[in-house]
């Protein structure tokens, strides 16, 4: 016996809230930290930890970055207790070298290694 589904009505999907502004047009709620207490990046640039990303980056990377990153995503695991995902590892490094950067600027290790390649 096949069981259905109950879906929201229209009326539901577009219900004022309790401010007076129907439901479809209410604001984005506030972003969190996941995890609070971690120590904060130079400058005040945090990374956006585990919410809903809005926007998309497509990277390429060789097999052997892959790896590295994939290797140092388990260590973290492994040695600190920290399950983290690709992508958060990504948003971290990226925090850390932007926020040396805007401290740092020309004697940023971000500057450094770009003039080399």
């Known amino acids: 016996m096949p069981r259905r589904v109950s879906l929201p009505t229209a009326d539901d999907l577009f219900r004022t809230t309790g401010d007076g502004t129907p439901a479809s047009q209410s604001p984005a709620p506030q972003r969190v ?13 945090r990374p956006s930890g585990r919410v809903r990303h809005d926007e998309k980056m497509t990277v390429y990377v060789t097999s052997e970055e892959l790896l590295d990153l994939e290797h140092t ?12 995902d ?18 740092q600027g020309e004697t940023s290790a971000l500057v450094r290694r770009l003039r080399e390649a």
């Open 86 to 103: 690709r992508g958060r590892l990504v948003r971290e490094a990226v925090a850390l070298v932007l926020a040396e950067f805007e401290e």
């Open 33 to 45: 930290r996941a995890v609070p207490d971690e120590p904060e990046p130079p400058a005040g640039r």
């Open 73 to 84: 995503r388990l260590a973290l695991r492994r040695e600190h207790g920290l399950a983290v």
